[in-house]
């Protein structure tokens, strides 16, 4: 098989992974990210092409199997004399064999060893984020058996917010990735069209708001009895390392987490530390009197409580806490989070929401709307009768658009069961697939189709080519259906009205929209959000759950200049919750929506402040008061007027300025020394041979931190970022500590592999202008002491600021 030139022109994004693709090979896999659209398959055809091997495609669907088979024959040239060449099938394998996921687990399940029969040398997974489970698990114990077997995969959506276990799995097959083709490139590259998320903040109503803080109310009763309970006293107090700490320093060691719960949750009960407990914490009695111990919070509790349930599952708390719903499946699940019934009780506000979306939407789009609002229920009943007014799904939806839009917008709606259309698209333009149909039972000029396993490929065609043309100019559609897999680039407005909260899911739904069209085509993405009146931002339940699927994609922020990042902080959330702030949130949103002809300006000034996406870690301080989750950052408001010190003195708050001075001080002198850290970081990396010669970016304010890797490659820029993460993390359990005057940090794992790696770590430490440092050993005695000592140290410790990472253009 060799590749037909006169039909493909590689894009220059596509160009740069195929000359890299042999480096991306030294770890017998290649792992490449790349939104729809992109060309995922064209790559891995020609991969597959330039290994030349025997090669079975794993694809999802009978869909893009179809599409493997045919992009193949179309346009890569096969010796037609050589019929053993392609196959879709593994009943008659080929050297070259598509065939789904779900054949070929079947398949092993019943012969666990047919895989041996075939021979081959190249698996490619196609959308390899659906291999976190059953499939991947099947896999993985396939590429352990067999070392010497090379694997490409290819994805849009990598599962990053998996759990911890999945994303190990998903990471053993597929290996670390090798290369992300950013959407942003996309755009620039006129590939995807110009775009924007926006968010509509629904107040949440007074039911709503009580049955939220009935929850929490419920959960503090429990908090409360977990914190008072004397059996859990009683066993703590039971614990040899806690009575003679110095004389079970190697069971600290393996239990440390819960040695420092219990130290807390016993100050909690007015237990006081003993001199041998500070001496342990590195401090003196007399130190240690003056040492602030943190308050018991819920990390604690869980620690402690997980292993009180391990030991004596039959306490009576455990009963409390099963009647609770904290226990089940033999297991102690502890703080839920609210359930995601918040916006489900907000049923009638979310239709209004959906429906004002497009009508604003359609001042400015007219008769060129072509608009999808996707759910994740069908509701049919409410087709038959039944009552629509706390509903949520598509029929109800369908209803409420129609009634309000149905005189100027012609709309559909279409699910796995059937298609509904205006009669007259469906008497002229579906005649032929219109066998079967019933009016509406209940709106007037509209018909029902149903769908079944052999028209609803045709009827998806009809629907699709109906917006496509823009005879149809409004379809509300289910995920299941409309998800993955299912393209029409002339979308231009897209209303994600689902309870998604993966950013799998979130992120293969946006790219419905994202498909360029028309050369003159921007989407707008909306989000609909419920917020809780009184609630701040890092404890509103639905929004949370928003910016954990929003917070990895990059897009632009609504500041001018606008800029192209990742993460919440681009949205510019209000961070006081009022019914006002809400609704002039979502004012502020319509108003950018609005600008449809500016956004393409904003697209192309953003992208030509920089070339790629960059990594940058950023560290964040904050107060402890305001202090929230890690993944979603409110945007930092910062102080226009800087206190002066004689304001301060007629202001009377001249003790308030010097401890701020003081604070600035010692920030300033932790940015120096994360300087020097992450320039040592990346000469190690360099002398490793890891990445090529780069600088290191960093950028330092008042209240920020951040620094990355300059004009670094995609595998460069994460390795650069993952080892900067590490180093500066709360020390876990290294290897290695890097110990000097008043500093002690962990060594990395990339250099704590061995003592020659980590020593050339701190070679270069001790070159700069940094405290000297010496290497300590935790794997012996003397060296876990250490260890101990300073985790005991950092647990007592407030800290005062976060770590992430985004994506920046630059």
């Known amino acids: 098989m060799w590749l037909s030139d006169e ?31 992109a060309g995922k398959t064209f790559l891995g055809i020609e991969m597959v092409r330039r290994l030349d091997c025997k090669t079975l495609i794993l694809v999802p669907s009978l869909l893009l199997k179809k599409q493997w088979l045919t992009t193949i024959e179309a346009f890569f040239l096969v010796d037609s004399a050589d019929s053993c060449y392609l196959s879709g099938t593994i009943e008659e394998p080929a050297r070259i064999t598509v065939e789904t996921y779900q054949t070929i687990y079947n398949r092993l399940k019943e012969e666990p060893t047919y895989f041996d ?22 896999l993985v114990a396939l590429k352990k058996k067999h070392s010497k077997l090379l694997t490409i995969s290819l994805t849009a959506t990598p599962p990053i917010d998996s759990s911890q276990a999945e994303w190990k799995q998903y990471l053993d097959l597929n290996g670390m990735i090798d290369e992300e083709i950013s959407i942003p490139e996309l755009v620039k590259e006129e590939v995807l069209c110009p775009h924007q998320d926006f968010l509509y903040l629904i107040p949440a109503n007074q039911e709503i708001t009580q049955h939220y803080f009935a929850f929490l109310a419920k959960q503090n009763e429990l908090v409360t009895a977990l914190m008072e309970n004397q059996e859990t006293v009683d066993y703590l107090l039971s614990l040899d390392f806690v009575q003679q700490p110095l004389e079970h ?22 237990y006081e530390l003993t001199p041998e407990h500070w001496q342990l914490l590195g401090i003196s009695k007399k130190q240690g009197k003056k040492s602030a111990i943190p308050p018991l919070g819920k990390k604690q509790l869980n620690t402690i409580y997980q292993r009180l349930f391990a030991q004596q599952p039959d306490l009576s708390i455990f009963y409390q806490l099963k009647k609770a719903g904290w226990l089940y499946d033999e297991g102690l699940h502890m703080f839920p989070e609210y359930p995601d019934t918040v916006a489900n009780h907000a049923v009638p506000e979310k239709k209004q929401a959906v429906c004002q979306i497009l009508i604003k939407e359609e001042v400015q789009l007219k008769q060129d709307m072509t608009a999808v609002v996707l759910t994740d229920r069908i509701c049919k009943e409410v087709l038959a009768g039944g009552d629509d007014t706390l509903a949520y799904g598509v029929v109800p939806l369908f209803d409420e658009i129609v009634s309000l839009l149905g005189t100027t917008q012609q709309i559909g709606a279409i699910c796995g069961e059937f298609l509904l259309l205006p009669q007259q698209l469906v008497t002229v333009e579906l005649a032929e697939l219109a066998i079967g149909m019933k009016e509406h039972p209940y709106i007037s000029g509209y018909f029902c189709l149903t769908m079944d396993d052999k028209n609803r490929q045709a009827l998806m065609q009809a629907a699709t080519r109906l917006l496509t043309e823009k005879k149809l100019n409004i379809l509300v559609g289910t995920v299941s259906l409309l998800g993955e897999g299912w393209d029409c680039p002339a979308i231009n407005l897209l209303i994600l009205a689902n309870q998604a909260s993966s950013f799998v899911q979130t992120q293969q739904l946006r790219g419905r929209g994202l498909r360029l069209g028309a050369q003159d085509k921007v989407t707008n993405i909306w989000h609909l959000g419920v917020g809780l009146p009184g609630v701040s931002l890092t404890e509103q339940p639905d929004l949370t759950r928003i910016f954990r699927r929003l917070g990895y994609i990059s897009g632009l922020t609504f500041e001018e200049p606008s800029k192209i990042e990742s993460g919440g902080d681009r ?5 006081n919750y009022t019914t006002t702030t809400m609704e002039t949130y979502t004012q502020s949103m319509f108003y950018f929506s609005s600008e449809r002809t500016k956004l393409k300006e904003r697209w192309t000034a953003a992208l ?8 940058p870690v950023i560290i964040r301080k904050v107060d402890q008061e305001s202090q929230g989750p890690e993944e979603l950052l409110p945007v930092v408001v910062k102080n226009t007027k800087k206190p002066t010190f004689w304001r301060s003195l007629l202001n009377g708050s001249l003790s308030e300025y010097l401890q701020l001075r003081g604070q600035q001080k010692q920030w300033q002198k932790e940015c120096a020394q994360k300087k020097i850290l992450a320039i040592c970081v990346q000469k190690t990396l360099q002398q490793l041979g890891e990445i090529a010669e780069r600088k290191v970016v960093v950028e330092a304010d008042q209240q920020e931190f951040s620094c990355y890797l300059e004009n670094a490659s995609y595998r460069e820029g994460q390795l650069f970022a993952a080892v900067i993460l590490e180093l500066f993390a709360p020390i876990e359990n290294p290897r290695y500590l890097a110990e000097g005057k008043k500093v002690v940090f962990p060594v990395p794992e990339r250099f704590a592999r061995n003592k020659q790696t980590a020593s050339l770590f701190l070679k270069e430490l001790n070159q700069q202008p940094f405290p000297k440092c010496q290497l300590v050993y935790t794997r012996n005695p003397i060296g876990r002491q250490k260890l101990v000592a300073y985790r005991m140290a950092q647990s007592f410790q407030v800290r005062n600021n976060t770590m992430t990472q985004k994506n920046i253009w630059t």
């Open 608 to 615: 030509a402040s920089g070339w790629h996406l960059s990594m």
């Open 249 to 270: 320093s190697a069971e600290i060691y393996e239990n440390f987490e819960l040695f420092t719960s219990a130290l807390i949750f016993l100050n909690y009960h007015g």
């Open 117 to 138: 029969q075939l021979h081959l040398e190249l698996l490619v997974f196609d959308e390899a984020h659906h291999l976190k489970k059953s499939w991947g698990e099947l």
């Open 7 to 37: 039909k493909i022109q590689w894009r220059s994004y596509q160009k740069r992974l195929l000359a890299n693709f042999s480096t991306y090979l030294t770890n017998d896999s290649v792992h490449l990210v790349a939104p729809p659209g």
């Open 571 to 575: 949205f510019a959330l209000p961070l």
